[in-house]
Structure formats: structure tokens, C-alpha cells
């Protein structure tokens, strides 16, 4: 299993928490998701992530990462 972190911005609150959750469920190859508000870092585990597409949905949702 693989992990990935990205630290993105504009991460706030629990509700942000729970859009990105939200956003990241279920999509392709992420199993685990973890978002820490403090270091503004989205943890992803799973396989055959595609980063380039995680950070576009993260963009999508309005947590850019850096």
C-alpha cells in the first residue's frame, strides 16, 4: 500500500476536514484518508493513486495544494 501527502491550503476548520473526506471518498485508490487542519497536510493511503489527479480534485474543491 502506498502513501501519499500533499499540503494544501485554505484548510481551516473540521468542516473542511469533512469536505475533503467528503470530496476523496471513493475515489480511485485511496482507502484511508487523513487531514490534519494544523500542518494542512491531506495523508492518503491506497494504490494506483494518480496524483496529479487528487490534487486536481483538491483544487476542484477549493483546497489547492501547494
Keep these: 500500500m ?3 501527502e500533499l499540503q494544501s ?3 481551516k476548520c473540521a468542516g473542511c ?3 475533503i ?3 476523496l471518498t471513493g475515489f480511485s485508490g485511496i482507502t484511508e484518508i487523513k487531514v490534519d487542519v494544523t500542518s494542512n ?3 492518503l493511503k491506497g494504490t494506483e493513486m494518480v496524483q496529479s489527479d487528487i490534487e486536481a ?6 483546497y489547492p495544494a501547494l
Excluded at 480534485?57 to 477549493?62: P, Q, T, V, Y
Design 2 to 4: 502506498a502513501q501519499l
Design 9 to 11: 491550503s485554505n484548510i
Design 17 to 19: 476536514v469533512a469536505n
Design 21 to 23: 473526506e467528503k470530496g
Design 41 to 43: 497536510i491531506v495523508t
Design 57 to 62: 480534485k483538491l483544487n476542484e474543491l477549493g
